[in-house]
């Protein structure tokens, strides 16, 4: 996987928008960070993925998630995208849009009309 393919599933859900972080590309919603591309331009920096969770993550698949001692105190894992499918970003990303957008955009994407 690639940023730009993070960003094509992610820019279909109600209220993602491009943006930078940290002069990089970013997604957001309602001006939050959702994700976005590490300076190595192959990493997805996730927050809010809880530390016991990270560990598990690190520990289980250490070739796709990992942390730099930067991050360690802080709620986020790194997700190498070069080694990674859709299927393991896809659920990380929608819990943490889940958690930025309004409820009104939830209920709009469940139902169907995320158009």
């Known amino acids: ?42 990493s997805l920096v996730m927050p809010d993925v809880p530390v016991d969770e990270r560990a598990m993550l690190v520990e289980g698949q250490p070739n796709i998630f990992y942390f730099t001692d930067h991050y360690a105190a802080y709620p986020i894992v790194l997700i190498r995208l070069s080694k990674a499918k859709r299927a393991i970003i896809e659920p990380f990303l929608r819990r943490r849009w889940r958690a930025l957008a309004s409820k009104a955009a939830c209920a709009k994407y469940d139902s169907g009309e995320n158009a």
């Open 1 to 42: 996987m690639t940023f730009d393919d993070v960003r094509k599933f992610a820019l279909t859900w109600p209220e993602v928008e491009d943006g930078s972080s940290y002069g990089t590309p970013a997604l957001k919603v309602r001006k939050k960070m959702l994700a976005r591309l590490k300076e190595d331009g192959d």
